[in-house]
């Protein structure tokens, strides 16, 4: 087996009274995409940051490729694209991706690379005047046009349109293919479900769960539907099989949790009529991965 792209063992990061990071270990395989989730403030950038040798950790051992984070060698063969900035305001933005492809032996075509990410337009833009979405596209650009072994990419279609996100998920499916390992945080589940061959859940600088997301969400299923909200919910839960299960969340939309078949199905619908209520939508699906990040992590903001 190859080794790991990233690995890290115990890993410690403070500020001052707060431990951001605290005591995490974590492999990200070569050759895959690795997704790290977790809620505002759960030590997500920390730890990416540390691996990409821009913060120092206070404990444990983190291996980049093999290598110490920061290591020269890495310059090469690492891509990063930070969560904000790294390109200075002033300069245009195919002047800095044709200068960083410099930087490497064999870089990807510049125009080719902003034609495909949509910027070929903005390229005599300087990098303050672009929209927040086309900067992170740039940034983006930035961390591949060098045909790096391993990426980084922290928050990478945070505050891009549809047809951007969209357009972000191929390159990172391509970059896949063609062996690349990834490591990404993201904030969207159906972008982790989509992307990741394996997702890590951290909370409060631990990992509270990791697997593939089919591993993570399970063979369950559940139905859910959609009616006026208020239903008597103990009321169809005496109609139900005994271990069912039933909750509304958010206003208006219910799961039902339990053995899954026509026997719970004819139930919900025979109550549903026998109160009078219209069901809107009515679907059986397995839990996502949106149910199980709010399970682990809870509903209280950070
Ligand atoms: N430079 C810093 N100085 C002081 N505290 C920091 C610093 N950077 C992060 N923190 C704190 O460390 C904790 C973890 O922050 P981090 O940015 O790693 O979280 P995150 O999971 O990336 O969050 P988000 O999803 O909001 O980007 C937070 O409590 C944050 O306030």
Not at 36 to 50: H, V
Not at 133 to 156: C, H, K, M, T
Request: proline content about 5%; glycine content about 12%; overall charge negative.
């Amino acid at each position: 087996m190859d080794s790991p792209a990233v690995e890290i063992v115990d890993l410690v990061k403070r500020y001052g009274r707060t431990t951001a990071v605290d005591g995490l270990t974590l492999t990200a395989a070569a050759g895959e995409v690795t997704a790290i989730l977790g809620p505002n403030g759960a030590g997500k950038t920390s730890t990416i940051e540390i691996c990409e040798g821009f913060r120092k950790p206070d404990g444990g051992t983190v291996r980049v490729l093999g290598l110490d984070p920061g290591h020269r060698d890495l310059r090469a063969k690492v891509g990063i694209m930070l969560q904000a900035g790294g390109v200075w305001p002033a300069t245009r933005a195919g002047e800095w991706l044709r200068t960083t492809a410099r930087f490497y032996a064999s870089p990807l075509d510049p125009d080719a690379l902003l034609e495909r990410l949509g910027l070929t337009a903005h390229a005599r833009t300087p990098y303050r005047r672009l929209s927040g979405g086309q900067q992170q596209r740039l940034s983006l650009a930035g961390a591949v046009i060098g045909r790096p072994e391993l990426v980084f990419l922290d928050e990478p279609t945070a505050g891009l349109d549809p047809q951007a996100r969209h357009a972000c998920w191929d390159l990172v499916g391509e970059l896949r293919a063609c062996g690349v390992s990834v490591v990404l945080t993201t904030h969207f589940m159906d972008e982790a479900e989509r992307l990741a061959d394996h997702v890590v859940i951290i909370d409060r600088g631990v990992i509270v769960a990791e697997g593939s997301p089919a591993a993570l969400t399970g063979a369950e299923r559940q139905l859910r539907f959609s009616a006026r909200p208020g239903l008597n919910l103990d009321e169809l839960l005496r109609a139900l099989p005994d271990g069912s299960a039933a909750k509304e969340s958010p206003a208006g939309h219910y799961i039902v949790e339990g053995v899954v078949g026509p026997e719970l199905l004819a139930t919900v619908t025979a109550w549903c009529a026998a109160e009078g209520v219209t069901i809107n939508d009515f679907g059986v699906e397995r839990r996502t991965l949106e149910d199980v990040f709010l399970e682990l992590t809870g509903r209280e903001l950070r």
